[in-house]
């Protein structure tokens, strides 16, 4: 007894102590709640930076725990204290992290706030334009390069948001597993109590770990928003400056003789450069003419040489092969060097032809230029495929020669010329990304320029004019394809603490997801077509039933389609909540009878009692039925009337199918002859004209009954089979039948007997019967 009080206590004490800690405090920039009534008060900065700190000494109080050797209580794994250690990292390192991110807010801020200034107080430039090209492309790169970082900045917060959304997901599941190891601790036997509530304790750890980290996320995404905020403060200046600029441009000579003279430099470093890298190559093919040599006298030296001789003839060869690799990269970068000098002519040339364009008086050499400027244009474009094509072949080389490395031994002596060559690659990447950078701002000066140039646009032919339309074109249309339709936000809360994360349904995620469905249904579509046609032509259903079958597939085909294409997309179906109060009215009032006849028509298929072809009879009009739809079924009439039943009427009214179980039934035609007619030549003709009859079955046979003596007549009755949904039809074969039967009974002389009728006169007294002798003859008659 004593045990049980005390494993209660040691609980509650443990309890108490973990609800005390300052490791299990609201997160910061989230707020959490002290009550369920009781909302926590907004942290300031410092307090977070402060309580973050706490914190971070607390893990790592625990962590130098970990490292000193301190046992865990018997039963806790090597796993499970390897994740701990796990989880202390992570919270020691977010909670470092947020630390710094708080710092740089403080900064981000406070740029924010002086950039702002900045632009408030600059009031123009000092001295009257025209100003100088050189500033003119200074700013213009400068507000070049601000939209690129606004990108990159987009780019980094739409990441961070993906990322937090992870983190919640991984929060709920630690929260779940807080709440288990509670349970389980205060169900454990008191020998399991300290691993019980040494794995709570581990739980609460990572919970707070991975709030750590959301919370990390949380301020480095707010960070990305104020650098996009400071971004957007330095364009905004940048546009002013480069609007109080003016479209006139002034080519000072000192400032070309600044820029050639940089240019002379620039080659110059160039050649040394390229000096350098012709020398290696020199190396490298001495080396590889002695290493050829070395390992074809090794071949030619033994027919049957050991295994020593063959590992330095395999040491040769591969000796070989590496130089054959190096000496290719070197002409790779010789060429890349070759052409950052002719980039530097191009450069200067584009600068000449920019300054005669823009001051020029003569329009030939102003058309001249601007002829130059677009070869030159066409030239930076030729350079940028020859940038992409040695980039990609330079990241397959680096990625082939680390799949080597990491296949290779540890003491393999091929390691160092592997390494060798993966930093000769490196070199190689490197030259390629400086050019690749040098010809990326040659285009867009280029393009500026020719842009920036009213005589220019005078000039331009209608395929060029009809080009830039196209830019401009797809520009707006990116923006439209971006445009946010709907913004919401997601929503997580663990242990009081809520996490948001912004989202938005965008019209281009809109537009794809219902391009995507549309492909995916037509190609279904297309498909099931298909299919159901190969089973109509192997004869295992009727094309009625495969139109039917085929048109409630695509109905699930279309249903499933959509919540793929919502899941695939990453488009929530929370995103389309405001459509629900329509829908549930809509629903409501709407759909009572669509949704009766939409289920009767799913038992209707289910229960196969009715099907496309069969025959019916309902309410008095007979048909086939063609269509078994959603909503209705069609039964077309034998007087060519479509009638439209809705499903509801095939399960609750009096229908009768006259092939459900088979298509073939009984038919009856009578024939009435004169007494005295031969009756076993009247069978036999009526036997004869059955078996006759093509539609008439076989089996069942047909039979001839004498079926009565009627007052006036002998009567015949013709039961035969035939199949309803053959192309003719019983009625048909009736009406064929009887012509048969009357001709042949016609040529063997036995009449059809007629109908007659006698009369009884009843009379109380003799009759009076006088003899007429007829008429008078007329006068005059002989």
């Known amino acids: ?83 701990r250690r796990s989880d202390l990292l992570l919270g020691i390192f977010t909670a470092e992290n947020t630390i710094r991110a708080l710092d740089t807010a403080g900064m981000l801020q406070q740029s924010i706030t002086q950039t702002k200034e900045e632009s408030a107080a600059w009031k123009g430039f000092e001295k009257p334009g025209p100003y100088s090209f050189v500033l003119h492309d200074e700013l213009r790169r400068q507000q070049e390069g601000i939209g690129t970082r606004l990108r990159a900045y987009e780019s980094a917060y739409t990441m961070f948001e993906r990322e937090l959304a992870k983190r919640q997901s991984e929060i709920k599941k630690a929260d779940e597993s807080v709440r288990l190891a509670q349970e389980t601790a205060d169900r454990a036997a008191p020998d399991h109590v300290d691993a019980e509530l040494w794995r709570l304790e581990a739980a609460k750890l990572k919970l707070r770990a991975l709030s750590s980290a959301a919370a990390m996320l949380q301020h480095t995404s707010e960070n990305a928003r104020m650098r996009t905020a400071a971004a957007e403060a330095d364009a905004d200046l940048l546009k002013r400056k480069i609007a109080a600029l003016g479209t006139s441009t ?144 330079t990241m397959s080389a680096m990625q082939d020669q680390e799949g080597r490395l990491t296949s290779l031994p540890a003491d393999s002596p091929m390691r160092p010329q592997v390494e060798e060559l993966q930093a000769t690659l490196r070199s190689d990447m490197d030259a390629v990304e400086r050019f690749g950078q040098e010809i990326a701002g040659l285009h867009m000066d280029i393009s500026r320029w020719l842009g920036d140039s009213g005589q220019v646009t005078a000039s331009m032919t209608w395929g060029e004019r009809f080009r830039g339309y196209g830019s401009r074109i797809a520009g707006k249309a990116k923006a439209v394809w971006n445009f946010v339709v709907y913004r919401y936000d997601d929503k997580t809360e663990v242990d009081g603490q809520v996490v948001t994360v912004k989202r938005g349904l965008s019209l281009g995620w809109l537009i794809g997801a219902l391009l995507f469905f549309w492909v995916a249904y037509r190609i279904g579509s297309w498909l099931l077509k298909r299919g159901y046609s190969r089973m109509v032509g192997r004869g295992r259903m009727q094309q009625g039933q495969a139109e039917t079958l085929r048109r409630w597939t695509r109905i699930a085909l279309g249903i499933a389609l959509a919540l793929v294409t919502l899941n695939f997309l990453k488009i929530p179906l929370t995103a389309f909540a405001f459509l629900g109060g329509a829908l549930a009215i809509g629903v409501g009032f709407g759909t009572q009878t669509l949704f009766k006849n939409f289920i009767s028509g799913l038992i209707v298929l289910a229960e196969r009692k009715v099907r496309v072809g069969d025959i019916l009879e309902v309410d008095g009009v007979a048909g086939t039925v063609t269509t078994i739809d959603t909503r209705s079924s069609t039964v077309r009439s034998f007087d060519g009337v479509d009638l439209i039943l809705p499903n509801s009427v095939l399960l609750e009214s009096k229908v009768v199918n006259w092939t459900h179980g088979t298509a073939v039934v009984r038919r009856v035609v009578r024939v009435r002859v004169a007494y005295g007619s031969q009756l076993r030549l009247v069978s036999t003709i009526l036997e004869e004209c059955a078996a006759q009859h093509g539609v008439i079955l076989r089996s069942p046979s047909p039979q001839v009954v004498l079926e009565d003596f009627a007052t006036d007549a002998l009567v015949f009755a013709v039961f035969y089979w035939v199949d309803l949904r053959a192309n003719t039809g019983g009625g048909n074969v009736g009406s064929d039948l009887r012509f048969m039967i009357e001709r042949r009974l016609g040529e063997a002389g036995i009449s059809l007997a007629s109908p007659q009728q006698s009369f009884q006169l009843n009379a109380d007294k003799p009759l009076r019967v006088r003899m007429d002798a007829g008429e008078p003859d007329a006068p005059g008659a002989s």
């Open 250 to 393: 002034a080519f000072p000579q000192e400032d070309l003789d600044q820029l050639k003279h940089s240019t002379e430099e620039r080659r110059k470093d160039i050649a040394k450069e390229l000096a350098k890298i012709e020398k290696l190559q020199q190396a490298a093919i001495s080396e590889r003419q002695s290493a050829v040599t070395t390992a074809d006298t090794l071949k030619a030296a033994n027919a049957n040489p050991t295994d020593a001789e063959k590992a330095k003839l395999a040491a040769a060869t591969d000796r070989v092969q590496f130089l054959d690799t190096r000496l290719e990269s070197l002409a790779n970068r010789i060429e890349i060097t070759g052409a950052r000098m002719r980039f530097l002519s191009d450069y200067l040339d584009a600068q000449t032809a920019r300054r005669i364009l823009l001051t020029s008086e003569s329009a030939v050499e102003r058309t001249e230029a601007l002829a130059a400027l677009q070869a030159q244009l066409t030239r930076a474009s030729a350079f940028d495929s020859l940038v992409a094509i040695r980039r990609n072949a």
């Open 1 to 83: 007894m004593t045990r049980i009080v005390l494993h209660f206590l040691r609980i509650g004490l443990l309890a108490a102590g973990l609800a005390s800690s300052p490791a299990v405090a609201q997160l910061p920039s989230i707020k959490l709640p002290d009550t369920k009534t009781e909302a926590a008060k907004e942290e300031s900065a410092e307090d977070r930076i402060k309580r973050l700190r706490t914190w971070r000494d607390d893990w790592q109080a625990q962590m130098a725990a970990l490292d000193q050797g301190v046992p865990p209580p018997a039963g806790i794994t090597e796993e499970e204290v390897a994740a």
